[in-house]
């Protein structure tokens, strides 16, 4: 189905937009339902937190709200390697930030170096670097920032009654192995010491009230002293 192409969108029209997304969680499934191009609801995205600001602003003339916007995105340099952002926004969108992913920047630079080979493997890999110079104009690009961790968990595996019921059938073997009773048994205080300690920061869009960051596996192993 063809998309509309159209020269300007209402505040209103792209407040509408933005909350299908969020209900959807998808881009491509928003674009087709409204019949515009995924870029656009890219760009409305990067400009949610100033899109809510100036609606809710009833003193801003319809149209004082339409050139804080413009001027906004006017500031944004056009992308070199375009698609790729788009790529990597995407991932970032619909599968680390859904999961809880801690985002480092090494981890921005290999996914946009891994997404560089897919998009244009005609191009010579060594033309990209994916330098912090690259990196620091793509955030900014796209409103992205590093921001403190507000909400940190892991939610029990779906599979947790067959794990108990597997520890429990370990330690009858143990018992019976080596002789012992569960009266032998004792309980002690003990102090867990993480192997992996959940990060305290990670990167999420400009304004988000809440920054989810879901505890690696490795953050379940423990060691005892």
């Not at 619909?94 to 996914?111: F, T």
Request: proline fraction near 3%; charge should be positive.
């Amino acid at each position: 189905k063809k998309r509309k192409k159209r020269g300007s969108f209402t505040i209103a029209f792209k407040k509408k937009v933005l909350q299908a997304l969020e209900e959807s969680n998808n881009v491509s499934q928003t674009a087709k339902k409204f019949e515009i191009e995924r870029q656009t609801i890219y760009g409305w995205k990067r400009q949610k937190y100033d899109i809510e600001k100036v609606t809710q602003d009833r003193t801003l003339s319809i149209r004082k709200r339409r050139s804080v916007l413009q001027t906004d995105e006017k500031k944004r340099k056009r992308a070199k390697y375009e698609e790729l952002e788009l790529k990597l926004i995407e991932w970032f969108t619909n599968i680390a930030k859904p999961a809880g992913m801690q985002i480092s920047v090494e981890i921005w630079q290999r996914r946009a170096i891994c997404l560089f080979k897919d998009v244009y493997p005609e191009k010579d890999q060594s033309e990209f670097k994916a330098s912090h110079g690259w990196l620091d104009r793509f955030l900014r690009r796209h409103n992205l920032v590093n921001r403190a961790v507000t909400t940190i968990g892991q939610g029990i595996p779906s599979n947790a009654s067959d794990l108990l019921e597997c520890f429990y059938r370990y330690m009858d073997k143990l018992f019976e192995n080596n002789k012992s009773k569960p009266e032998f048994v004792a309980n002690m205080d003990e102090t867990p010491v993480y192997f992996s300690m959940p990060a305290k920061r990670t990167f999420d869009f400009s304004g988000v009230k809440t920054v989810y960051c879901k505890t690696t596996g490795m953050y379940s192993l423990v060691m005892k002293n």
